[in-house]
């Protein structure tokens, strides 16, 4: 899969992050956006790198999407923990 591929798969991710973890986020939308890209490249590379999940070129390979989501939720998730809820403030 290219580089746009794995844009495209990020922002659908970070999409798909940002409707299972509802709420504010400090960043918006455009954080939102940037959290699902780097979640994607971040999913892609732990998958390949300790579960043993070669990284695909199919663009619908059900575990390429679940690690680029779940690496999408595992950076919203530490985002909102050390920026915490925008309405707090």
């Excluded at 990284?55 to 919203?76: N, P």
Aim: proline letters at 3%; zero cysteines.
């Amino acid at each position: 899969m290219s580089i746009i591929g794995w844009i495209v798969l990020g922002l659908l991710a970070g999409l798909i992050a940002k409707v299972l973890l509802p709420g504010r986020d400090p960043g918006g939308v455009l954080g939102t956006t940037l959290i699902g890209v780097v979640g994607a490249f971040l999913g892609g590379w732990l998958s390949a790198r300790f579960l043993d999940r070669p990284i695909t070129r199919d663009f619908f390979d059900t575990a390429t999407w679940l690690s680029a989501i779940g690496g999408s939720l595992v950076l919203l998730i530490g985002y909102r923990l050390l920026f915490g809820n925008s309405r707090e403030r």
